[in-house]
C-alpha cells in the first residue's frame, strides 16, 4: 500500500504550504502531488525543505503560466516542476495530475481513459468522483478556502481522506456525473464535470 498526498492552490503562501505539508507527511504519505497555482519560488522552497526525497511533483496552474521563475525552477532533491500536465504510476495505478483551467487539456485526458485517477484543483472546492473509468479527486484549496484542506489517497485500495490543515477529517461527497448528467447540486461545474462537494466540511 502506498499513501499519495495531494494538495493545491497555494498561491504563493508560504505558511499555509508548510502547514499543507506537515499534515500529509503526518499522514505517511509516499509521494505528493501539487495541482497547480503555486504561485512562488518560496512555496517550492518549503516544498523542498520538508519533503526530503519524497517525490513532489508539481504542474502549472494559470497563476504560473506568466511567473518565469516558478516554471523553470530546477529539480531539487525529489520536487519537480512538470508543466502543465504530468502522470505518475504508483501501485500499478496510473495517475494524472492537471490545475483544471484548461478544459481542451482536461478533457483530452479525461476521454483518453487512460487514467485510474486524475487529480485537479482551480476551483478551490473538494471533490471526489466519477467521470467515466477515471476517478476525478481535488484536495480543496490550500489557500482561498472556507476551511484549507488536502487530501490523503491510498492505493491501490482506494481510501480517500480530506484533511483540514489542522488535520481533522473533513466530510467527503461522491456521486458527480459527468456532461451535466444528474445532480452534484451546488458543486464546481468545469469541463461539464459535476463535482459535487463545495467549500463547507
Request: proline fraction near 8%; charge should be positive; aromatic fraction near 6%.
Given at each position: 500500500m502506498k499513501r499519495l498526498g495531494i494538495l493545491s492552490d497555494t498561491h504563493g503562501d508560504v505558511g499555509r504550504t508548510q502547514k499543507a505539508m506537515e499534515v500529509l507527511l503526518?499522514?505517511?504519505?509516499d509521494e505528493v502531488v501539487h495541482c497547480g497555482d503555486v504561485g512562488s519560488t518560496r512555496v517550492l522552497d518549503v516544498l523542498v525543505e520538508l519533503a526530503g526525497e519524497i517525490p513532489v511533483t508539481c504542474v502549472l496552474g494559470n497563476v504560473d503560466h506568466w511567473d518565469r521563475a516558478v516554471r523553470d525552477y530546477p529539480q531539487i532533491g525529489g520536487v519537480r516542476v512538470a508543466g502543465r500536465f504530468a502522470e505518475r504510476m504508483l501501485e500499478g495505478m496510473r495517475i494524472g495530475v492537471v490545475h483544471g483551467d484548461d478544459d481542451r487539456l482536461f478533457r483530452e485526458k479525461l476521454e483518453s481513459e487512460a487514467y485510474d485517477v486524475i487529480c485537479f484543483g482551480h476551483s478551490h472546492m473538494r471533490a471526489d468522483d466519477m467521470g467515466g473509468r477515471t476517478r476525478l479527486i481535488?484536495?480543496?484549496?490550500?489557500?482561498?478556502?472556507?476551511?484549507?484542506?488536502?487530501?490523503?489517497?491510498?492505493?491501490?485500495?482506494?481510501?480517500?481522506?480530506?484533511?483540514?490543515l489542522e488535520g481533522e477529517?473533513?466530510?467527503?461527497?461522491?456521486?458527480?456525473k459527468v456532461n451535466g448528467e444528474g445532480g452534484g447540486g451546488g458543486g464546481f461545474q468545469g469541463f461539464g464535470v459535476q463535482v459535487g462537494e463545495a467549500m463547507n466540511p
Open positions: 503526518g499522514q505517511g504519505v481535488n484536495p480543496g484549496a490550500v489557500y482561498r478556502a472556507a476551511i484549507p484542506s488536502v487530501a490523503v489517497l491510498e492505493l491501490p485500495g482506494g481510501e480517500l481522506r480530506f484533511l483540514s477529517v473533513l466530510r467527503r461527497e461522491r456521486g458527480g
